[in-house]
């Protein structure tokens, strides 16, 4: 059985089999998650997204997909990316936010990863509010049938911790 584990910190710094990053379309780098992921990760990371970008991705990463590379110097393993919806009060929408943990997961299977962490996808600048991003996440991983053991969720701040730990309970 998958356990959920609820962390407040600091994505880049999990020990774990791979990192999710919530990524933008383009896979080159950004801010919030995106750019922490890049920056500690160093240019292996670019270089791997850019790679993707020349093969199969030319277009981008779709909203709701998922595709992993190396974590370069994370303690991480891969880093699974993942493009999030951005919040526009539209049903459809929810479906794209699910998706993007459905789609790492299944991403993480194919890896053999057995510890993924996660961060709050499409909370930050994409603007989805927090208690329905949790709900989404916590009730999509719990309901994807999955090989990975633990999923950490790794929140920023105090208010998305307690978001997710309302509903993790």
């Known amino acids: 059985m998958t356990m959920i584990t ?11 089999d791979a990192v999710v990053n919530a990524a933008n379309s383009s896979l080159l780098g950004g801010g919030g998650v995106d750019g922490a992921i890049h920056r500690k990760g ?7 997204c850019r790679d993707l970008r020349a093969s199969h991705y030319g277009k981008g990463l779709p909203t709701g997909k998922a595709v992993a590379t190396t974590a370069g110097n994370l303690p991480a393993r891969w880093v699974i990316h993942t493009v999030g919806p951005v919040w526009r009060n539209d049903p459809a929408d929810s479906a794209l936010l699910a998706s993007c943990y459905s789609e790492s997961l299944r991403v993480a299977d194919e890896l053999g990863a057995k510890t993924v962490a996660f961060p709050a996808i499409s909370t930050g600048v994409y603007r989805w509010p927090m208690e329905d991003a949790a709900r ?9 049938k999955t090989s990975v053991e633990e999923i950490r969720f790794v929140l920023f701040d105090e208010g998305a911790y307690e978001a997710f730990v309302s509903q993790a309970s």
Not at 6 to 16: A, C, K, N, P
Not at 42 to 48: D, H, T, Y
């Open 42 to 48: 160093g240019p292996e990371i670019l270089s791997a």
């Open 136 to 144: 989404i996440a916590v009730e999509t991983v719990r309901e994807t």
């Open 6 to 16: 609820l962390v407040r910190g600091d994505i880049t710094e999990q020990h774990v």
